[in-house]
């Protein structure tokens, strides 16, 4: 045999070989293609902003690193900060001081203050990719005494539950899984993820998202393969303030990130919540309870970006931090499932990243977009949280570790 043919046969050998041991893990396996119309990008554009985002936008020196989100306490006089060193600060916006506040275990994420106790503060922590942490701390939802600074797990395990990541479905009350109090009603595991959480009005339901459970799950660049497969592994937990106990609400979901209690004027309680899609450009309703109980619904689909936090101002609206617009490799790799059977055999964390990011201002029933603007530069890096303030301004949280500074903006939609 002549050396070209035997080096042909050696180089499909070769390839042949990295190809199956290269193969994504059973839960990235594409299956799935989502088309995007672009008919909600194009509502957006028709309130886009981002000439006066640009222009207005600024950091206000501060020692805190990037950070995730940010709570207003005690009538916006005092804030913690999920910061990405792992630390929760606080800042003082009157000396405009920050400094290290508690070390909870891993990093801090999703923070928010309970509505009926103001000394306490719930929050997820989870790993923050390519970071390393003590053992023995552990994934998940948390309670913070400010007064104390004592911290203290509300749910490290969940019901370990069979997701096909082919189809999203809500679970009602009956039947769901549960744990009471670490007791799970059958098998359990611990809980791989905690990345966002919204609590009931009442203080006495906190739900929270786990978008991706399996090893080495992670905030940042572990969550690039999730968002490239576009499979869905994320589930949506709540659980009871006053009984301890953590029951299912929803799973076989793309990456459910930010939540958020949907409005129920005629109602006693919340019948469904509303959660950002992130990697799938998408906000869905989960209906939680009521004649509807166990349905989803998509409210926008294709959005232009990643919606990452959600949060209501004093009218209701949504602020959506859209953490990075959505590129056209995405677009065309989301429609095309065969493409990502190659792409995830390489090292994806070395992609480069979309820097572009903003936010997407929605009416209450997440329907109709009000405001939207895009960002390029070195004042907001990854918009994680879009915070409307006490003080007529919207603070913005860069999910970069390399970012200093509080960043803010004047409220485009302030009521006079």
């Known amino acids: 045999m002549k050396k070209a043919g035997i080096f042909a046969i050696a180089a499909i050998t070769a390839i042949a070989a990295w190809w199956v041991a290269a193969a994504p893990a059973p839960h990235h396996s594409p299956t799935v293609a989502l088309t995007i119309d672009g008919e909600a990008e194009r509502a957006a554009l028709a309130v886009d902003r981002s000439a006066d985002f640009d222009s207005g936008l600024e950091v206000l020196e501060a020692t805190v690193p990037g950070y995730d989100d940010v709570v207003f ?5 005092r804030w913690l900060l999920s910061a990405m060193d ?28 309970s509505p ?3 000394d306490t503060v719930y929050f997820c922590a989870s790993r923050l990719w390519g970071r390393t942490y003590p053992e023995g701390e552990r994934v998940g939802l948390y309670r913070l005494s400010v007064s104390t600074r004592k911290i203290e797990p509300l749910v490290l395990d969940v019901p370990d539950t069979v997701i096909d990541g082919q189809r999203a479905w809500g679970l009602a009350d009956a039947g769901a899984p549960q744990s009471v109090r670490g007791v799970a009603s059958g098998k359990q595991r611990p809980l791989a993820f905690c990345n966002d959480l919204e609590v009931s009005a009442d203080g006495k339901r906190i739900y929270f998202s786990e978008p991706f459970a399996y090893a080495g799950a992670s905030m940042g660049g572990g969550a ?9 592994n994320g589930r949506i937990w709540m659980h009871e303030v ?3 106990q953590t029951r299912l609400v929803a799973q076989g979901m793309h990456f459910p990130d930010g939540l958020l209690v949907d409005l129920h004027p005629s109602q006693d309680q919340e019948q469904a919540i509303l959660t950002s899609l992130t990697t799938g450009f998408q906000i869905a309703r989960v209906h939680v309870s009521g004649p509807k109980a166990g349905r989803i619904e998509l409210v926008q689909n294709g959005l232009a970006g990643m919606c990452d936090g959600m949060d209501r101002d004093a009218a209701g609206r949504i602020w ?3 953490y990075a617009q959505r590129s056209p490799l995405m677009t065309w790799l989301h429609g095309k499932p065969w493409a990502k059977e190659v792409l995830l055999r390489l090292p994806l964390n070395l992609m480069p990243q979309p820097k572009t990011t903003g936010v997407l201002v929605l009416s209450p029933d997440a329907a109709e977009p009000l405001y939207s603007a895009w960002y390029t530069g070195a004042k907001l890096v990854h918009n994680a949280s879009a915070l409307p303030g006490p003080d007529g301004y919207v603070y913005m949280a ?8 509080i960043v803010r903006i004047k409220n485009p939609l302030r009521d006079p």
């Not at 970069?400 to 500074?405: A, D, H």
């Open 224 to 232: 690039v393969p999730e968002a490239v497969a576009f499979r869905g």
């Open 86 to 113: 792992g630390r929760i600060w606080s800042y003082d916006p009157v000396a405009r001081k920050a400094e290290p506040f508690v070390d909870p275990p891993l990093m801090a994420a999703g923070l928010h203050e």
């Open 116 to 118: 009926t106790e103001h």
């Open 242 to 244: 006053v009984t301890g």
């Open 320 to 322: 959506c931090a859209m």
């Open 398 to 405: 860069p999910f970069s570790s390399k970012q200093r500074g």
């Open 73 to 77: 306490l005690d009538q916006g006089q």
